[in-house]
């Protein structure tokens, strides 16, 4: 199996290259640029879907995914994770990429606490209170994206649809928008020289899109003056909860990981904190950490575990830091262009939403896909793809609206504020259907 | 049967094809794709029409031998008697049916051609002839769909017009017509609200008193027994939301589904 697949892996990158001594211009239905988790999410769906199209799938670093084995990604744990809500793993298992996941690297979280360093008071949230199993997952992005590829290369061979793998970036975009319904397909010209017609161009290249910047999307963008500074750790205890504690500089996340006690930290803060926390020594970054999360409390070795969350004892990877941007494009499409995932929006991390909302864009576009087809539609088509914007534009918008909301909120340090903070978050403890609502909307239900 | 006589008497005088209303066409004929323009409540009734010619089709008319690896309509032959810019052959080329396309009017045909070369696609599944239907009945052609929508309403001689169409579908074709039904409703939505009052389509688009009626097409197509009516549909337009619903009511914008059953002697 291992070598069969090495085999596909080898003809999947290298057919592409050989035909480019033709140098003929090649046609596709669908052009996906990126092949990060939600344009090879995007293109797993579409060879599911069966539609008999051509797709082409361009991304510089294919190689790598495409040949990213678990031998090869060595022993090391993992660093940058995702939070998959519940409607995302429906749409995973629907495209059987769940089940390719390594069940190891897929940690399922029951609780999650959320607190507040100034006020102490604090909210939980139970999957049981709202007849759930599990509020969310915690999967290494490798393993997604090995995932995804795994699945790409097993359906090829079954699949309607063909698609070509582009181990390239895009040079050069030619747009042909015009009002009268004769947009002329867009032309893209690869850096390996390859030439490649679009009937749509979808943009899953990230919040740093290129293809957006060509087409002149305007990009709203906010910058938090915060990085995020990722850690992957080990605990003392094993536990099950995703904690997050909001501290006067950001809030800081624990979220549990497959493996013995492990645990991922997100830490959102200043720019400064960042690039202190960064070049500290480990033991340091563990005391740091501790503080960080228990604060004055004095955790004892039979204290209990459901209150506080166990503390940090090793380093494991990282720290590592990005910079944190709140972003969203005026407009998800153009004639025969469509941006998904982070080209179209970026969102705080402080609730692990933002490739989950990228997913639910591409289920969305597979969805409005199949049923253009159904109907011969031109994929390109403004007023098909203007159903898609539709749909997920107020959807992405409120939860970057949520999202801000909740990091301002949060961030206040003003005594009456933060009084209040705490009131309504006891408040909001005993009401569950309030929380249900919450975490319908956290689930992507809503 | 006062409404045959309405039907057939005001026009006998007129020739098959009235001059004003191939020049109102051409008038507009750069305006068929456009998403804003005149013709756009067209194309938004589309893809339902396209999903009814559809599923007519692989219901009443799909030959066994269609594969499943196949397009869905492949190997289909269709002929859309007034085309305009193109927009019904396209989606039904997309489907795998080869579709010819004819018009009258000169500048539409080459507004279709136009459109249809940005698809590289339908290169091989769909052709445009600008000829009158009356051309191609005299060549002996037959196909094995016929489509003629919004059409019915626009010609001199409804009658003699859907005879001609009888004649180029192939024994056990299909013969889908869609069209405007003359009812107080219809004089309603689809001329004062939709021409007069919304201006969605250019005023002077419809006469209501050449708008067609079921029994009178039923009428027309049902004289020496050939074609039978396999199913009626009608489409109804919802103001909240722009979509376009399935209705069991004709008493707006209808579509029929005609067979050829007997064998011509």
């Given at each position: ?370 049923n253009?087809?159904?109907t ?71 | ?40 409540p067209?194309?938004r009734f589309n893809p339902a029409r396209i999903a009814v010619?559809?599923a ?122 869609s ?10 939505t ?43 549909v009608g489409f109804s337009f919802s103001l909240f939301d722009n979509s376009i619903h399935l209705t069991g009511n004709l008493g707006v914008n209808y579509l ?10």
């Amino acid at each position: 199996m291992r070598l069969q697949s090495r085999a596909l892996v080898w003809r999947a990158i290298h057919l592409p290259q050989r035909r480019t001594l033709c140098g003929k211009s090649k046609e596709y239905d669908i052009v996906i640029v990126g092949g990060g988790l939600v344009g090879a999410s995007l293109c797993a769906g579409l060879v599911q879907s069966q539609l008999p199209c051509k797709i082409a799938l361009v991304e510089p670093n294919l190689q790598r995914l495409l040949s990213n084995s678990k031998e090869k990604s060595g022993e090391a744990v993992p660093l940058r994770t995702s939070t998959i809500n519940p409607a995302s793993q429906q749409w995973l298992k629907k495209l059987k990429i769940w089940e390719l996941l390594d069940s190891q690297e897929v940690a399922a979280f029951a609780r999650m606490k959320v607190w507040d360093s100034t006020s102490g008071s604090s909210l939980v949230f139970h999957a049981s209170e709202v007849g759930m199993e599990s509020l969310g997952f915690v999967v290494a992005n490798d393993d997604l994206l090995r995932g995804c590829y795994q699945r790409l290369q097993r359906s090829l061979q079954s699949t309607q649809s063909q698609i070509d793998f582009f181990d390239s970036g895009v040079d050069d975009f030619h747009w042909y928008f015009s009002q009268s319904g004769f947009t002329k397909w867009p032309r893209l010209v690869l850096k390996d020289q390859n030439e490649l017609h679009g009937r749509v161009v979808v943009a899953a290249d990230g919040s740093n899109s290129t293809t957006r910047k060509s087409a002149n999307i305007p990009w709203f963008s906010h910058y938090y003056q915060q990085r995020a500074v990722v850690l992957t750790v080990r605990t003392e205890k094993l536990h099950r909860t995703a904690w997050q504690r909001f501290l006067s500089t950001g809030p800081i996340a624990l979220l549990p990981m497959a493996g013995v006690n492990i645990s991922n930290v997100v830490w959102s803060t200043t720019e400064l904190e960042a690039s202190i926390l960064c070049s500290a020594s480990k033991e340091t970054l563990v005391k740091e950490l501790n503080n960080a999360f228990l604060g004055a409390v004095n955790l004892h070795k039979d204290s209990d575990t459901e209150e506080y969350p166990p503390s940090i004892s090793e380093i494991l990877r990282g720290p590592a830091s990005f910079p944190l941007y709140l972003g969203h494009a005026s407009e998800y499409v153009k004639e025969r262009l469509v941006l998904v995932g982070d080209a179209a929006h970026s969102v705080h991390p402080l609730a692990g939403q933002g490739v989950n909302l990228g997913f639910a864009d591409a289920q969305c576009l597979v969805e409005l896909f199949e049923n253009a087809w159904m109907t011969g539609r031109d994929f390109g088509e403004l007023s098909l793809l203007l159903q898609y914007q539709r749909k997920r534009l107020p959807k992405n918008l409120l939860m970057l609206a949520a999202l801000h909301s909740l990091e301002t909120f949060f961030s206040f340090q003003f005594g009456p504020v933060s009084f209040i903070r705490g009131l309504g978050m006891s408040l909001l403890g005993g009401l569950i259907p309030a929380k249900k609502a919450i975490i319908d909307f956290a689930s992507g239900k809503i | 049967m006062w409404f045959v006589g309405k039907l057939c008497f005001p026009h006998k005088l007129a020739a098959v094809r009235h001059f004003s209303e191939v020049s109102k066409f051409n008038r507009h004929a750069k305006d068929w794709w456009s998403p804003t323009g005149p013709v756009a409540p067209l194309l938004r009734f589309n893809p339902a029409r396209i999903a009814v010619i559809r599923a007519a089709i692989e219901k009443y008319s799909l030959p066994q031998s269609v594969g499943k690896t196949k397009l869905p309509l492949q190997g289909i032959s269709i002929v859309d008697v007034g085309c305009g810019g193109g927009i019904l052959c396209e989606p039904l080329g997309r489907l795998g049916a080869t579709v010819l396309g004819i018009d009258e009017a000169e500048d539409s045909i080459e507004i279709a051609r136009k459109h249809a070369k940005l698809d590289p696609f339908l290169d091989s599944y769909v052709k445009y002839r600008c000829c009158s239907l009356s051309e191609l009945v005299s060549e002996r052609k037959q196909f094995d769909c016929v489509t003629c929508l919004e059409v019915v309403e626009h010609v001199e001689k409804p009658q003699q017009f859907l005879n001609l169409l009888e004649a180029i579908v192939r024994p056990q074709g299909l013969l889908i017509i869609s069209t405007i039904n003359r009812t107080v409703t219809s004089w309603l939505t689809a001329i004062c609200l939709a021409e007069n009052v919304l201006g969605w389509i250019p005023r002077g688009t419809h006469h209501w008193n050449k708008l067609v009626r079921p029994e009178e097409i039923s009428f027309c197509l049902s004289n020496n027994n050939e074609m039978k009516l396999m199913s009626s549909v009608g489409f109804s337009f919802s103001l909240f939301d722009n979509s376009i619903h399935l209705t069991g009511n004709l008493g707006v914008n209808y579509l029929m589904v005609w067979k050829k059953v007997a064998l011509k002697s």
